[in-house]
């Protein structure tokens, strides 16, 4: 590809992400969900404007992995000891339940394979698609609401934090299960070996970072040598560990997270993100998307996928949240809360089409399913806790 070529095709996706995802949030959905619909306006779904190439493959790939460092940056340590063992059974659940919905779901449509089967594999990579919890639009609406520093708005955050973590370990192995030459034992014994390493040499440079960030506090080297680290981490758990590299990025975040300048290295993050590799990953998507062998059992399937995702998440954390002592109305709002999905579930097909798990097609299932949660939930919450009359009174 000519360099002109690849600038035009820059400009075509900047300027279409922007105006989509700028027009997505007049109508109240994550911007996300525009730009994604722009790569399917300017992709071959529709217009043809741009095709499809390896170097939009490439930026698109560094934008998720910075995606998950900023989402490990945001996360609070503090806030998950004090939630504690409600939040960490509700995401555990709120995982598990997901998972087996969804992999039920495409044997159903598909029919049933024996175990370890490329179509096995589709199935349980189908319920690793609903694992994932996106709770920006929930925090907004509870914050509006002003129930986000409420036992319940606290229970959701945190429990949705901790569903990401685990979501991304069963991709992990999910994907570590795919590779032919690979066995139990042996992914297990990766996965562990990288954990037990990531808390031990993370406590050493979170320790070593601390004290050259309190010399050097909101310097442009800071936020350098914190994306360095999260490359770094993302490198090394796919060649030497066969995690996937969003997975390192992730914890590389959570290192850094206490840091004192935390934020300030997240702020710089999200320029680079928001400005250029986030709109390329999200446009990506959309740019990947084809419609054309999609027919019967493919809308039956992106019904059933939109259905499932929802309810599972409501029946299973709700009804945790209820064996913890929460009231019938607290574990509804508890369940809707998480319903969202968003980033980690579009990161996580991406991952699927990369390996060619499943087709390209699959995306509209996703992309359907991020549009509605994205709606119905916060029409959801509004509703429930205008209707709870035994609710606390708001904190504004």
């Keep these: 590809m000519e360099t002109y070529t690849i600038l035009r ?5 900047f300027i279409s992400a922007k105006i989509c995802g700028l027009l997505a949030r007049k109508c109240k959905a994550p911007m996300v969900v525009g730009e994604i619909v722009a790569g399917l ?10 095709e499809p190439s390896q170097f939009i493959s490439y930026m698109s790939e560094i934008g998720v992995v910075l995606i998950m460092f900023s989402a490990g940056l945001e996360t609070n340590l503090q806030e998950l000891k004090k939630s504690g063992f409600i939040a960490f059974l509700i995401a555990c659940v709120g995982v598990f339940i997901p998972l087996v919905g969804g992999g039920l779901l495409y044997m159903a449509i598909y029919g049933f394979s024996e175990f370890g089967s490329d179509e096995f594999f589709r199935a349980v990579f189908t319920g690793c698609i609903m694992t994932a919890t996106s709770v920006g639009i929930t925090v907004e609406v509870l914050k509006e609401l002003g129930y986000l520093k409420s036992r319940v708005g606290q229970t959701i955050l945190s429990a949705a934090i901790i569903d990401d973590i685990i979501g991304i370990i069963v991709l992990t192995f999910v994907l570590g299960f795919k590779d032919p030459n690979s066995n139990t034992l042996a992914i297990l014994g990766k996965v562990g070996l990288f954990l037990v390493l990531t808390v031990i040499l993370g406590y050493v440079i979170y320790r070593i970072f601390k004290v050259y960030d309190e010399k050097h506090v909101h310097t442009r080297r800071i ?3 914190a994306i360095s680290l999260c490359f770094i981490m993302a490198y090394a758990a796919e060649k030497y560990f066969g995690i996937a590299d969003i997975t390192g990025a992730y914890f590389a975040g ?9 934020d300030y290295i997240d702020r710089k993050v999200n320029i680079n993100g928001y400005m250029f590799f986030a709109p390329m990953f999200f446009a990506g998507i959309g740019l990947k998307t084809d419609f054309s062998n999609i027919d019967t059992s493919m809308v039956i399937f992106s019904v059933g996928f939109v259905a499932v995702a929802l309810l599972t998440k409501i029946i299973g954390c709700g009804a945790v949240g209820k064996l913890c002592k929460f009231s019938w109305m607290d574990s509804l709002k ?8 968003g980033e980690v579930a579009l990161i996580i097909t991406n991952k699927g089409l990369d390996m060619g798990i499943i087709e ?9 399913l991020i549009i509605v949660s994205s709606i119905v939930t916060p029409v959801l919450l509004k509703f429930l806790f205008t209707k709870d009359k035994s609710a606390a009174k708001p904190i504004k």
């Design 360 to 368: 390209p097609s699959f995306s509209t299932a996703v992309i359907s």
């Design 9 to 13: 095709d820059l400009a075509i996706i």
């Design 41 to 50: 306006i300017i992709g071959p779904c529709l217009l043809g404007i741009v």
């Design 334 to 341: 508890i369940g809707v809360g998480m319903m969202t999905r």
């Design 223 to 225: 936020p350098i040598i």
């Design 254 to 262: 959570i290192i850094l997270c206490s840091v004192r300048d935390a």
